[in-house]
């Protein structure tokens, strides 16, 4: 089989010049690329990332794991972190943690199996004092996406501002009482709170978590009374505020007349419903290519202390909210 350096001597190419154009990148001058490739489809090449790691070369390999590959929002990120990493000449290898720790734990040692040169990870809990220890066992450059761990490079969005800002948007629409469906220990939580406390709204907030559908449906009835003032419903995420709008048209509660949704991630499932979502819009590419540039800087100098990359929301206003 042929090797990377006799491509080089047939294409008249440095071998640094045949890695790239085989490793994927789009930086190389197109004429030599068409030529790189054309050797390389005539000898039929064949790329072993385990052999060239097992020589203690790079592998040109990226771990991507997320929590949930079904929310349109992991999808999307995994998408833009692939074509982030393919203008650096990275393939990408895509795992899928179910929100499950154990399945995380297995899928950072497969990682390690495939001696990839870098992992970006979205952890399951952010406050997870063991994350840095676990990644300090993989003994590769790592870096948290979506969420700020303590000690490691992290890309995420500013929740608190975020959450502000829906909070904001149902003060101008006139809600009184306010209802968050999500996690109570979430920065989303704490921040929609913290905004609404500084507007020195009395009432609390309250708030929904772990339901099934028909438990959710229940508690949205009991919430709302036959009459009163308009409510504000802060979903954690757009697949929830899907489940909390279906339910408030099974109880007889009108969106946006009786009560403001507002969901988070914009996936474009929002743009389709009806009425269509409002919701807090995560800057995708921005936290892509952050990601990405992190991790490449933590290989080139690992020893540099731990970036702090907190990027900021946008509320997309349609008829929900």
């Known amino acids: 089989m042929i090797t990377m350096s006799e491509i080089a001597k ?20 197109p004429v030599l ?43 999307d990120l995994a998408k833009a972190i692939e074509g982030e990493a393919r203008k650096q000449g990275y393939s990408m290898i895509l795992f899928n943690s179910d929100g499950d ?14 001696r990839v040169d870098g992992v970006i990870a979205v952890p399951i809990l952010q406050d997870n004092l063991c994350w840095p220890s676990c990644i300090d066992r993989l003994d590769v450059p790592a870096v948290a996406v979506t969420r700020r761990v303590e000690g490691l490079d992290s890309v995420y969005l500013d929740h608190w501002e ?19 469906v999500g996690q109570k220990d979430s920065l989303n939580y704490s921040g929609f709170q913290a905004a609404l406390l500084e507007q020195t709204v009395p009432e609390a907030i309250c708030c929904l ?37 279906s339910a408030l048209r099974d109880v007889g509660v009108s969106v946006p007349e009786r009560a403001v949704l ?15 979502l409002t919701s807090v819009s995560q800057p995708i590419p921005d936290m892509a290519r952050e990601a990405v540039a992190c991790l490449l800087a933590r290989m080139e100098h690992p020893l540099r202390p731990p970036a702090d990359c907190p990027l900021h929301a946008a509320l997309v206003i349609r008829e929900s909210g």
């Open 262 to 276: 507002i969901g988070f991630d914009d996936t474009f499932m929002g743009r389709y419903l009806h009425p269509a």
């Open 209 to 245: 978590s772990g339901l099934k559908d028909n438990e959710l449906r229940e508690s949205l009835q009991a919430f709302f009374p036959a009459s009163g003032p308009r409510t504000g419903i802060f979903a954690h995420n757009d697949v929830c505020a899907l489940r909390v709008l």
């Open 10 to 29: 047939l294409a008249h190419v440095s071998q640094s010049t045949v890695s790239r154009v085989l490793n994927g990148s789009l930086t190389v001058d």
């Open 162 to 180: 975020a959450s502000g800002l829906v909070a904001q948007r149902m003060l101008e629409q006139g809600c009184k009482r306010f209802l968050f």
């Open 101 to 114: 720790s154990e399945k995380e734990q297995f899928y950072l040692d497969v990682t390690k199996r495939y």
């Open 33 to 75: 690329r068409e030529r790189v490739l054309a050797c390389a489809q005539e000898h039929d090449y064949q790329f072993n990332a385990l052999a060239q790691s097992l020589q203690g070369s790079k592998t040109m390999l990226l771990g991507v794991l997320v929590t949930d590959i079904s929310n349109g929002f992991f999808a």
